[in-house]
Structures are given as structure tokens and as C-alpha cells.
């Protein structure tokens, strides 16, 4: 599977970004896949931010529930990280990941990732 990401940036505290992972499968298919988002800071461990199943059950961490809304379009085989209130704290990079059918908390899971975007957030 390969994941690219996109629409990271700078923007201001109570802002909102939109981050899409595009995804391509050797037979075109995604809805087999858990899609998932983490972020990262430097010197810090990746952690799971967001997730969808393959069967469309929702993960979202305690620090973005309420803010983020994830969502998936396999016939554009997309997956949406809608950001909206973001904070100063969200300020990571964000990679998309997936893995097959359910998702899971342990980063060495997930079996492919993208190259990550940068979510800066500024106060």
C-alpha cells in the first residue's frame, strides 16, 4: 500500500486544516484497510490520533475528540482528517498508516505509512 498525505500548514490557534491520505493498492482496492492518523514530535513517541476500520468503527484520541473528525471514501481511496479548533498542541507531524482490516493502538502494527505532513498551529 502506498499512502501520500497532503494539506498540512500553519494556521492559528481555533483555526482549522484538512488532512487527506490518498491511498494505492496493487489491486486498487482500499476497503480491506484500516486507515489511521498519528502524529509525532520530535524526540517523542508516534501516536495514534485517529483511526477507521474497514468496516467504518472510529478511534479518536481523548486530546482530539470533539475536534477531529476522521472519514473514508474508497472509491476515491481517501481517507479525511478533518482538524477543526485546532490548539497548540497539535502543532506534529501527522503520518498516515494502515494496516489490514481492523485498527489497532501499537505503532509496529501498521504496515505502511506516508511521508507525513506538517501541522503547525501557532497561539
Known amino acids: 500500500v502506498q499512502l501520500v498525505e497532503s494539506g498540512g500548514g500553519s494556521v492559528q490557534a481555533g483555526g482549522s486544516l484538512r488532512l487527506t491520505c490518498a491511498a494505492s493498492?496493487?489491486?486498487?482496492?482500499?476497503?480491506?484497510?484500516?486507515l489511521a492518523w498519528f502524529r509525532q514530535d520530535p524526540g517523542k513517541e508516534r501516536k495514534r490520533v485517529a483511526s477507521i476500520d474497514s468496516d467504518g468503527e472510529l478511534y479518536y484520541a481523548a486530546t482530539v475528540k470533539g475536534r477531529f473528525t476522521i472519514s473514508r471514501d474508497d472509491e476515491q481511496h481517501t481517507m479525511i482528517l478533518q482538524m477543526n479548533s485546532v490548539q497548540p498542541e497539535d502543532t506534529a507531524m501527522y503520518f498516515c498508516?494502515?494496516?489490514?482490516?481492523?485498527?489497532?493502538?501499537?505503532?509496529?502494527?501498521?504496515?505502511?505509512w506516508g511521508q507525513g505532513t506538517q501541522v503547525t498551529v501557532s497561539a
Open positions: 493498492t496493487r489491486t486498487g482496492a482500499t476497503y480491506s484497510l484500516c
Open positions: 498508516a494502515s494496516k489490514n482490516w481492523y485498527c489497532q493502538e501499537d505503532v509496529w502494527q501498521y504496515l505502511d
